[in-house]
């Protein structure tokens, strides 16, 4: 069956840092990948998804950049955090119409 | 602008009883709807999902699908305290299969 890992699961990063979060699905090949973000009193918004390796597409406008440079890997990154960029990292893919999500990453920007 | 429409909550129902959770869209040509349960400080979990108008049974869980009203809702029979969680409502509006427009979700407090 199909797992989803995301590390790490909790980071607190100053305004103006860098981030890297990772995302790996095992048991499964040339799989869709997608990045939510779950902020603070709003619901889940999709950032970025994916359809194969170097292929990505952007939802959102931000300061976020997504990469996916092997068939199972999808990363989401900044060169500079903001405050807003706070919130709760979420992975996913699909299987059959549906969605699944990782365990997520929790980013608390300071 | 694709919206998706939920009560926040809380909704507090006592141990046993029908959770009636709600949820509305504003696409007519939406045509995937999903139900998540997020328990606090984890990830969604898919729990349902309808695609046609009428009633879909999954144990406690039936999903109600009405398109012309552009309504869909999430009934648990017996509601369990393990059921307290936050769900969310999602529609797939068109474009790749994991591109849903998500509510902001209702709480929902089962009490022994």
Redesign the interface.
């Known amino acids: 069956s199909q797992t989803i890992h995301q590390w790490p699961a909790t980071l607190v990063q100053p305004v103006g840092s860098p981030l890297s979060l990772e995302c790996t699905v095992e048991g499964t090949s040339n799989p869709n990948l997608y990045w939510y973000r779950q902020a603070a009193g709003r619901g889940l918004q999709l950032l970025f998804y994916s359809v194969g390796i170097g292929q990505i597409s952007s939802e959102v406008p931000q300061n976020l950049s997504a990469s996916r440079p092997q068939d199972r890997q999808f990363i989401l990154s900044s060169k500079k955090l903001l405050l807003s960029d706070s919130g709760f990292y979420l992975c996913a893919w699909t299987q059959g119409g549906e969605l699944f999500f990782g365990e997520g990453s929790r980013l608390t920007v300071l | 602008q694709k919206e998706?429409e939920q009560n926040s909550g809380p909704l507090s129902v006592p141990e046993g009883a029908i959770a009636s959770l709600n949820c509305t869209y504003s696409d007519r040509g939406s045509q995937?709807f999903?139900w998540y349960r997020q328990y606090s400080g984890?990830?969604?979990?898919?729990i349902m999902?309808i695609y046609s108008n009428g009633d879909k049974e999954d144990g406690r869980f039936t999903a109600q699908l009405n398109k012309a009203s552009q309504y869909v809702s999430l009934l648990i029979r017996d509601s369990q305290p393990s059921d307290s969680a936050t769900y969310?409502c999602?529609v797939h509006y068109g474009g790749?299969?994991?591109?849903?427009?998500?509510?902001?979700?209702t709480k929902l407090s089962v009490k022994p």
């Open positions: 998706v995937s999903f984890k990830s969604p979990e898919l999902f969310l999602a790749s299969q994991g591109n849903l427009i998500f509510g902001k979700g």
